[in-house]
Each structure stands twice: as structure tokens, then as C-alpha cells.
């Protein structure tokens, strides 16, 4: 049996860069997974998600993404709901992914990952950053979105690797191109 991938958590804030750097990861040789693309997935095909979304909030709501972002968004309790049917198939679709990877690394992108406490289920965690000037041009609005979300700050002391995305994209690629040789030669 062959050795099991180092698992990599890639994490870190709103329009901080985490999909390009997901992308260095892929580019480098790692096995990538997004924990975002699983939950449109499961939002999208998943019968018991499906049909606990129309229970809830009724027929318009199911497979769309935009009205169940607009009922979760202003109501804790509602994403709170959501987040408690989505979790734990997310979880289990990642480690299902792993299973099959035969890649060194195995590196998801998982927006909340200290929110969730999903950090013990890895190997090593990347944290990307960027300024907030940065990311309010690439997501306008986001400030009252990350209310919810760990400080970047604590997130950076957590982290094994981070990375302040201020700079070009080929810069981000060597930093993940020097985290994924610190990794796979150790």
C-alpha cells in the first residue's frame, strides 16, 4: 500500500486569493479539492440536501444558491440550520476525495476552516491574506460579510504556512511552490 498524502488545509479570508493559490497547489502537483465546489455540488444533486432545503424554505429555494444565500445571509439561525445539514457531508465527501489521492498532497481550500474547527483533520494549514484595501476591490461589499469570520490575525498564528497576497500572481505561485517542497521533503 502506497503512503497516504500529506493533507493540506488552504484557508484564509474573503477575496484573499485562496483559489489562485489552490490553483499553484494543482500546478505543483498536488491533488486539489474546494470545499466550495462540494457544497454547490451538494446543494445541486444531493437528494437529502434538496429535500431538507424545500422542507425549510420551499420549492424556489432548492438548487438556488442565490435565494438560499439571501435567506441565510442576515439570519444566524437560518446559516446556522444550513451549515449543520451541509457540514458534515462536506466533511465526509473530503475524506472520501483523500481516500482516492495518490498524489503527495492533498490539499483542500476550506473557507472556514478555524470557524468549523476543521484544522485537526489536517496534516499542515496554508493561510492566505491580503490587504483589506486589496480585497475590498476583488469583492466589493465584503466587509459585512466577514463579521462571523476568525481575524486574519489569528488565523496567521494558527497557521503552519502564510502567505500575504499582495503581490503578482507568480509570486503566489513560488510561495506555493516553496510550501509544497517544504512539505513533500520532509
Not at 99 to 128: H, K, N, S
Amino acid at each position: 500500500m502506497g503512503r497516504r498524502p500529506l493533507a493540506v488545509a488552504l484557508t484564509g479570508g474573503i477575496a484573499a486569493g485562496k483559489s489562485e493559490a489552490l490553483a499553484a497547489f494543482a500546478r505543483h502537483g498536488a491533488a486539489t479539492l474546494s470545499a466550495d465546489a462540494v457544497v454547490h455540488e451538494l446543494l445541486a444533486d444531493d437528494d437529502e440536501v434538496r429535500e431538507a432545503i424545500r422542507a425549510r424554505w420551499g420549492e424556489a429555494a432548492v438548487g438556488d444558491r442565490g435565494r438560499i444565500g439571501q435567506v441565510v445571509f442576515d439570519d444566524p439561525a437560518e446559516l446556522d440550520w444550513l451549515e449543520r445539514l451541509l457540514h458534515p457531508r462536506v466533511v465526509e465527501a473530503q475524506r472520501r476525495w483523500r481516500e482516492g489521492v495518490t498524489a503527495p498532497l492533498a490539499v483542500v481550500e476550506i473557507p472556514l476552516l478555524y470557524e468549523t474547527g476543521g484544522e485537526t483533520r489536517f496534516d499542515a494549514v496554508v493561510v492566505v491574506t491580503a490587504p483589506a484595501q486589496i480585497r475590498e476591490q476583488r469583492r466589493p461589499g465584503l466587509a459585512r460579510r466577514e463579521t462571523r469570520l476568525l481575524p486574519e490575525e489569528e488565523k496567521v498564528r494558527r497557521a503552519d504556512f502564510s502567505y500575504v497576497n499582495d503581490g503578482s500572481l507568480e509570486d503566489l505561485d513560488r510561495f506555493v511552490a516553496s510550501v509544497v517542497e517544504r512539505l513533500t521533503s520532509s
